[in-house]
């Protein structure tokens, strides 16, 4: 994790939640083939992860919740926001506590993977409460199977574009 001064952090901080902002923007656009709600890529997660690694799980739930606010803004209104926010936060803290506590364990590609299924079931359970309605876990097999396919692709994007991050940044032991 980084040590830099509060004014490098929230300026590394500000252009990660613009990143994960233009990702969610770039990935509304593009038409996902499975006709089932909720099945998307998953892009921001690279920066959720990327955070994770480069300065813990605080600064990972800020850039989150920012770009998930912020996002909402663009389209999506408060039911999208909750159900984003509810996937966003249970994802990045299940992705820190696995890179965190066990990284020498699991691969970043692995820990990427848990993270967008977790996300999926935080989605899930947020939008059953929120309509009263147990029946939308049915979506869930769907869900799962999309989440695991996106998880392993973000999770390599991200193992190999965090050391040459740190190159740029000048951090750790890169």
Known sequence: MLILTKVKKMVLLSILVSQALVLYVIERAIPVPVPVPGV?????????????????FK?????????TLLGSMFGGGLSGFLYSLAGGVLSTAVMAYLYLR?????????ISTVGAVFHNIGQIGVASLVISNVRLFYYLPVLLISGVITGILIGFIVQFTVEPVK?????GGA
Request: a positive charge; hydrophobic letters at 55%.
């Open 59 to 67: 600064e990972a739930v800020l850039v989150v919740t920012l770009r």
């Open 40 to 56: 998307k890529l998953g892009l921001a997660n690279i920066i959720s992860l990327i955070t994770i690694i480069l300065f813990g």
């Open 167 to 171: 190159k740029i940044l000048k951090i």
């Open 102 to 110: 066990h990284k020498n364990s699991f691969s970043i590609p692995t």
